[in-house]
């Protein structure tokens, strides 16, 4: 199994600039998970999906967009590109039974590592 | 709002046992999970508490008490390997977010 897997691995972008990341699983998850992630910090989520056709914001969603036509893959895409937005972006998912998701664990991809310059 | 709260960094001899504690500011949270990153990587799964208590992995274990909103994660018998950044992630029951705390640098010294 390939697991999380996401292209590109790395990308530059002009400002204004528009780009989608992607994201596909091959484990039959529900659940997908997008995070950002900046220089020594944190995950954030910017949004996640419980299902195809389902998505919803995180806690940082402005500037990004998502969809969910299929369960294996859920693309991020970027519109407009700001500095603000360089960062390493992780997709994730799990198989996110109801309110027993807590004990299902993220699988993560490799990461996008995005600079917008 | 909702966050999580831990120490940004912790350093530790080899073969000491560490805790890196993690305090919530919710009471939405179902749940504690715990992930380790070595840098460069991506963030892979430790263990989880859904009830209060001691939950054992081999080396690891975690704790949760959510009358305290408050859980650690104890590493015994450090190895050089063990250092990496750490993660506590809550999952906000009402909607399904995973939210993850601002992480913990663990480094072992010889």
């Known amino acids: 199994n390939a697991g999380v897997t996401q292209t590109p691995k790395f990308r530059i972008l002009k400002i204004g600039q528009s780009m989608t990341l992607q994201c596909a699983q091959d484990m039959n998850h529900n659940y997908m998970y997008w995070y950002r992630q900046d220089p020594g910090m944190g995950l954030k989520l910017i949004y996640y999906?419980?299902?195809?056709?389902?998505?919803d914001k995180g806690e940082v969603p402005n500037g990004y967009n998502v969809s969910r036509s299929t369960t294996e893959d859920f693309p991020l895409r970027l519109e407009l590109a700001a500095p603000s937005q360089t960062s390493v972006y992780f997709c994730?998912?799990?198989?996110?039974?109801?309110?027993?998701?807590?004990?299902?664990?993220?699988?993560f991809g490799n990461g996008t590592r995005l600079t917008v310059t | 709002g909702q966050s999580l709260e831990q120490p940004s960094e912790v350093t530790a001899v080899e073969g000491a046992i560490v805790q890196i504690n993690c305090t919530y500011q919710?009471?939405?949270?179902?749940?504690l999970s715990w992930y380790q990153q070595h840098d460069g990587g991506a963030p892979t799964f430790l263990s989880y508490?859904?009830?209060?208590g001691l939950e054992e992995t081999g080396r690891f274990s975690s704790f949760l008490s959510r009358s305290d909103s408050y859980g650690y994660l104890l590493l015994q018998e450090l190895q050089m390997k063990d250092s990496a950044s750490y993660f506590c992630a809550g999952l906000l029951g009402s909607s399904y977010k995973l939210i993850f705390g601002s992480g913990t640098r663990l480094l072992v010294r010889p």
């Open positions: 508490n859904a009830l209060d």
């Open positions: 994730a998912s799990s198989t996110g039974q109801g309110t027993s998701s807590y004990n299902s664990p993220l699988h």
């Open positions: 919710t009471s939405g949270f179902y749940g």
């Open positions: 999906s419980v299902g195809a056709g389902i998505t």
